[in-house]
């Protein structure tokens, strides 16, 4: 239990300018795109989110920022890195700690890189030119520097799951009905028994987990 950790990631820093204020509304947001990284793979796994103010992690914002920014949120939506969950004590109010193990796997690196270049193929992109100033980060960086500014700008998308996983391999807390193996009337039922990140927002699964865990439970139960 604790091991498995997923979540979305973002690299948080791929802002422009705009060329006048922008109107907030729907919490910031603006559009969302799902893309592949190749033709080869059966599901996105690049998300963007377009928001209409700056976006960006504080250890990725080394310049001060003009006024009227807005960002493409490039997000890495099938990690392959694993992070963990652990007590920090035996008391309820210890509380955990988290390992969210980002980058740990050479792929998601690639994976952050490559979208990012998209969003800034976006954000550069002719038909933006008369709604959208210059770009403002990540700028003219390649390489190591801007791997560097990645490992700065990552930031979780607040989509944990996966450290309860159902299945029946070593890693596994309960089974298919949703039972803690080893421990009896114990049933769970939230994002954590997902054995892989869902490729978009974790809400509906989680929706989907609940209803067939009182499904479960009904019959169990004679309800």
């Known amino acids: 239990m604790g091991r498995n950790f997923q979540d979305h990631f973002t690299v948080a820093g791929s802002v422009w300018q705009a060329k006048e204020p922008l109107p907030f509304g729907a919490n910031g947001g603006g559009a969302v795109a799902f893309a592949k990284s190749s033709a080869g793979i059966d599901a996105p796994d690049f998300q963007l989110i377009q928001a209409v103010l700056p976006y960006v992690s504080a250890e990725a914002c080394t310049i001060a920022l003009p006024p009227n920014t807005w960002s493409i949120l490039p ?3 099938r990690p392959a890195s694993r992070g963990r969950i652990r007590l920090k004590g035996p008391n309820p109010a210890d509380g955990v700690e988290i390992d969210a193990g980002f980058l740990d796997e050479p792929a ?6 490559g979208c990012l270049a998209l969003s800034r ?16 980060l990540p700028g003219r ?3 190591p520097e801007l791997e560097g500014f990645v490992r700065n700008a990552i930031m979780p998308q607040w989509h944990p799951c996966g450290t309860v996983k159902m299945g029946r391999d ?3 807390v309960v089974d298919h009905r949703l039972r803690v193996y080893g421990i009896d009337g114990l049933t769970i039922a ?13 809400m509906a699964p989680c929706v989907i987990v609940g209803e067939r865990a009182g499904d479960i439970l009904k019959v169990e139960h004679g309800v």
Do not use: Q
């Open 75 to 77: 997000g890495v939506v």
């Open 141 to 143: 960086l390649g390489g």
């Open 190 to 202: 939230d994002a954590s028994v997902l054995p892989r990140v869902t490729t978009g927002n974790t």
């Open 170 to 172: 070593s890693w596994a």
């Open 108 to 113: 998601d690196m690639k994976s952050a890189l």
């Open 121 to 136: 193929e976006l954000g550069n992109a002719r038909a933006m030119r008369c709604f959208s100033g210059p770009e403002i």
